[in-house]
């Protein structure tokens, strides 16, 4: 499970990676293809419309409409109006001086009385500048592509310069742009307001094909398209009617030096069009669509539609910050961050436009905000249900030493839902059964044990736990264990105890003389990651006992047990003892030196396993040679010979000193013993891979397997086949191997009948 869990994890990982990078590829190319194409056209006019009457301002002064209204058809006749009231109109309008007329009035087809369209032409050029529009349709007659519909000749050569004023109609219904040019292959048409502009402005008026005669030669291309900014509704622009110009009503001071369209706003004649500030229910006459274009140009405030690359941009920024919302956030903030990005697209969209003058549509960007989070939510969930659905499935595989004690009935469920709920429900089970057995394994205990967090706290006692902390009135739930430690013994200090990071011991003594050895064992998640801490409180009050006793006895031994032996082998040796027979007095002594013997090894057994050992570093060798000198007198009353060899150089450990000479005297002891008179016992130090090596060999009778076998086991010893008596009482050897695991090392025995005995103590170097 261990080494699974990372593994699992990276995999779910990566499949979490890949559905994002297929949802991120998905929604990029929706909003792509929603950005480009019109597909969303009708929700971004709802955006322009609603933004564009945030942005009604007051119209430009020098724009004036001359409207035919009402009233001016009922004071001045039906419509259509011969020519002479149009005459009268330009004669008031010339002697006013206006800048610039765009008189938005169609009149293709000739009088009918004689001479009234010359008297009109005459007065076109007298008022000039005067502008009149000319207008297409499409298709055009026999096939053609188109029809011009321009001014009469007379007309149309005094004017001084015939515009285009078509439209056109968005998908539902409502102008928003104009297009300044309409070509037909080398034939190009400027639009009536252009001219308008150029008037204003000083510039020279723009070229343009005119009422040009001869077919139509191709389809008409719209150019440079523009979105009109609307000043205002309806009624907007300053208005006057074109009878109270004609009576003289109006002062010529109203209308010098001003841009005059002349067009109709009388129910029932001309156009009616429904704008962005209409409503679809008030809708504009179109001079007053004239004059809201107008002043647009002359105010500057055009509107460009933003480019492909800017529009991608800007529909794909939005989405670019989801996705990446969905790699670092939380759900809970990215739904927050959803919201903020919804309303931060649409106020960016309204900025650029009130303020830039860019029409940057928001609803793609819109959509694709809308789209990812769900997509998101479906491809991720669907990522984590398969690496549940797999965990599942994994650990239900996994070997549970417990599950023979928690058999549930029922066969497999067929259905593929009822299967994961199947798992979900086993892994659940599983999961409860392990804690509530956990529990009672840890509530039968016979130590008192805590289950803590990394920082200290308290977070499970078992029962015995809570009796020992209950004699000190407190509660151990929830509270430090440097508090509960403190409680049990006031003097103790366990802040280096319970402040280190690594597992470790503590022994403590309690009111009442009880003693406790305390452990701290890391307790680990699945993946290995230490969470917490497992401290347990063993009673050593008896093993405390137990080894006072064991003071007590060797004391006994010590002082009580020797010092009659001492005392019988001073007698012997004195004149006393010269009453006593001489066979009588060595035999005696002999026992005396036994009985010392025994003691003395007794003694040297119990401290090399339990004393504290004070370690130092030495160098192998002089030990050796130490504990060879020591046994000079014996080897030599043995004439048995000792030879040593060593490394090139000190081979070093870290050793009791004392208690590791002792170990090599009896080695060295026994094979000098057990050595022929004459016999040779080599001894040698060496560094092996394992560490510092030394190793003891004589040329005695050797040991059989089963003797090898029980060597260092107490009281076992090898005897010589002759039957002759080695002194010593089997603790040598036990006492050899209590030292050298003390120091961490190891011996061996290599023997074999007839071959001798070769001894390898091996013990670590130091410092490594």
């Known amino acids: 499970m261990t080494r699974r869990a990372p593994i699992a994890k990276a995999a779910a990982r990566r499949r979490v990676i890949a559905e994002w990078a297929l949802v991120a590829l998905a929604a990029s190319a929706l909003v792509a293809f929603l950005a480009l194409s019109r597909a969303t056209e009708r929700a971004d006019n709802v955006v322009f419309d609603t933004v564009s009457e945030w942005g009604v301002r007051a119209p430009h002064d020098d724009i004036v409409i001359v409207a035919i209204d009402n009233r001016s058809i ?5 419509w259509p109006w011969p020519r002479a009231r149009h005459h009268a109109l330009l004669e008031t309008l010339a002697r006013a001086r206006p800048k610039a007329i765009a008189y938005d009035v169609l009149m293709v087809e000739p009088e009918a009385v004689p001479g009234a369209d010359e008297a009109l032409a005459r007065a076109l050029a007298a008022a000039s500048p005067v502008y009149l529009p000319l207008t297409f349709d499409v298709p055009g007659p026999d096939g053609a592509p188109y029809e011009l519909l321009a001014p009469i000749a007379p007309l149309a050569r005094a004017a001084a310069g015939l515009g285009q004023v078509n439209v056109d109609f968005d998908g539902d219904g409502v102008i928003r742009r104009a297009y300044m040019v309409e070509r037909d292959g080398a034939r190009a048409w400027p639009h009536l307001m252009a001219f308008m502009q150029a008037a204003a402005s000083g510039l020279p008026a723009p070229v343009g094909a005119g009422a040009a005669a001869g077919p139509a030669r191709a389809p008409l291309v719209r150019e440079q398209p523009l979105l009109i900014s609307f000043a205002g509704p309806p009624g907007h622009f300053r208005t006057i009617s074109f009878v109270d110009v004609v009576n003289g009503a109006t002062p010529a001071a109203f209308l010098q030096g001003k841009l005059v369209l002349v067009g109709a706003t009388a129910d029932g004649l001309g156009d009616r069009y429904a704008t962005p500030l209409s409503n679809h229910t008030e809708i504009m006459s179109g001079v007053e669509l004239q004059a809201n274009l107008l002043d647009t140009l002359l105010t500057g405030k055009a509107i460009s539609p933003a480019g492909p690359g800017k529009l991608l941009l800007f529909s794909l920024t939005p989405l670019a910050l989801a996705l990446a919302g969905f790699l670092l956030l939380r759900p ?19 900025v650029l436009l009130l303020q830039a003058r860019v029409w940057a549509p928001p609803t793609a960007a819109l959509a694709g905000l809308l789209l990812v989070y769900p997509l998101w939510s479906w491809r991720r969930l669907e990522a984590t249900s398969a690496y549940m659905l797999q965990e599942l499935r994994a650990f239900s595989r996994e070997p549970d030493l417990l599950s023979a004690l928690t058999q549930r009935p029922g066969g497999p469920p067929t259905d593929v839902i009822d299967r994961q709920v199947a798992l979900m429900h086993a892994a659940i089970d599983r999961a409860r059964d392990l804690r509530r057995q956990v529990l009672d394994a840890l509530q039968g205990l016979p130590d008192a044990t805590l289950v803590t967090a990394l920082d200290g706290k308290v977070l499970i006692a078992n029962r015995e736990a809570e009796a020992l902390f209950g004699g000190a009135g407190l509660d151990p739930a929830n509270r430090p264990v440097a508090e509960l430690l403190t409680a049990l013994a006031p003097e103790a200090q366990p802040e280096d105890f319970i402040g280190s990071d690594a597992a470790g011991d503590l ?27 497992i401290v347990r409180f063993t009673d050593v009050t008896a093993l405390k006992e137990a080894g006072r006793q064991r003071e007590s006895i060797l004391e006994l031994l010590t002082h009580d047990m020797r010092s009659p032996q001492v005392s019988i082998l001073t007698l012997l040796g004195g004149s006393e003892a010269q009453a006593i027979a001489g066979p009588l007095a060595d035999r005696i002594a002999g026992y005396a030196r036994r009985t010392l013997s025994l ?16 370690l130092e570093i030495v160098d192998l060798g002089d030990v050796l040679l130490d504990a060879v000198d020591d046994l000079w007198p014996q080897s030599s009353a043995q004439r048995v010979s000792v030879t040593t060899s060593g490394a090139d150089g000190e081979v070093l450990v870290e050793a009791d000193r004392s208690h590791l000479t002792r170990a090599l005297i009896n080695l060295v002891d026994n094979a000098i013993k057990y050595s022929p008179a004459g016999g040779r016992v080599d001894c040698a130090v060496q560094v092996g891979e394992a560490g510092a090596i030394c190793t003891i060999a004589d040329q005695g009778e050797g040991m059989s397997p089963a003797q090898v076998a029980n060597l260092f086991k107490r009281f076992q010893r090898a005897r010589p086949k002759g039957g002759e008596r080695i002194d010593g009482v089997g603790l040598g050897l036990s006492f050899v191997h209590a030292v050298v695991q003390r120091h961490g090392g190891r011996i061996d025995c290599a023997s074999a009948p007839g071959q001798g005995s070769r001894f390898t103590i091996t013990l670590p170097l130091a410092g490594g």
């Open 74 to 78: 009922a004071q001045l006749g039906r």
């Open 332 to 350: 809970r903030a990215n739904l927050l961050l959803g919201g903020a990005l919804l309303a931060m697209t649409l106020a960016a969209s309204a």
């Open 507 to 533: 022994e403590l003594t309690v009111e009442g003389g009880r003693s406790f050895a305390i452990r701290r064992t890391t307790l680990s998640e699945a993946g290995g990651a230490p969470v917490g801490w």
């Open 599 to 614: 003691a003395d090894n007794f003694v040297n057994l119990a401290r090399a396993e339990a004393d504290t050992y004070s």
